[in-house]
């Protein structure tokens, strides 16, 4: 009984020292002032949300690399690349055509006339949206249609 209890105590004792070490490994989320998002970014929203203020920004550090969300104040979320490359924007009203490749948008247009875009996204060399449907289009980085994804 006494080899159980420190047996016990033991993987206590580990289980808190790994929580530990993975919660003070993990990314830094920092809010910070508007001012301190880089200058792409911030003409990025003045340009397709010129009548929105943004509410919040959070810098998130991890140990390869920065990036920005950003909070509109009609709920809009914009995530941004260190360089300040919009690599995501997700809403739960439609999106600014402006946002969207018109490549994208016609063919959604032309495919889903009764649908609207709520969600876009950059990811590597494919692009995403995910219609207020629920249905998510796959497309290449040149906007060609690739799959519905059901994932």
């Not at 830094?28 to 929105?52: G, M, N």
């Not at 550090?61 to 690599?87: A, P, Q, R, Y």
């Not at 875009?117 to 249609?145: A, M, P």
């Amino acid at each position: 009984m006494k080899n159980t209890q420190i047996k016990f105590n033991m993987l206590t004792f580990l289980t808190l020292f790994l929580t530990i070490f993975i919660l003070a490994a993990c990314d830094k989320d920092e809010v910070i002032a508007e001012a301190e998002l880089p200058a792409s970014a911030r003409d990025f929203v003045a340009t397709h949300f010129p009548e929105q203020t943004i509410s919040q920004v959070v810098q998130d550090k991890d140990k390869k690399s920065v990036s920005f969300d950003v909070v509109l104040d009609n709920g809009i979320d914009l995530d941004f690349k260190e360089d300040g490359t919009c690599k995501s924007i997700e809403g739960l009203v439609q999106l600014r055509d402006s946002v969207i490749p018109e490549d994208i948008l016609a063919y959604v247009n032309a495919k889903y006339p009764e649908n609207v875009i709520i969600e876009w996204e950059l990811e590597g060399n494919k692009r995403e949206v995910q219609l207020n449907s629920g249905i998510e289009l796959k497309f290449n980085i040149n906007g060609t249609f690739l799959r519905i994804d059901n994932d």
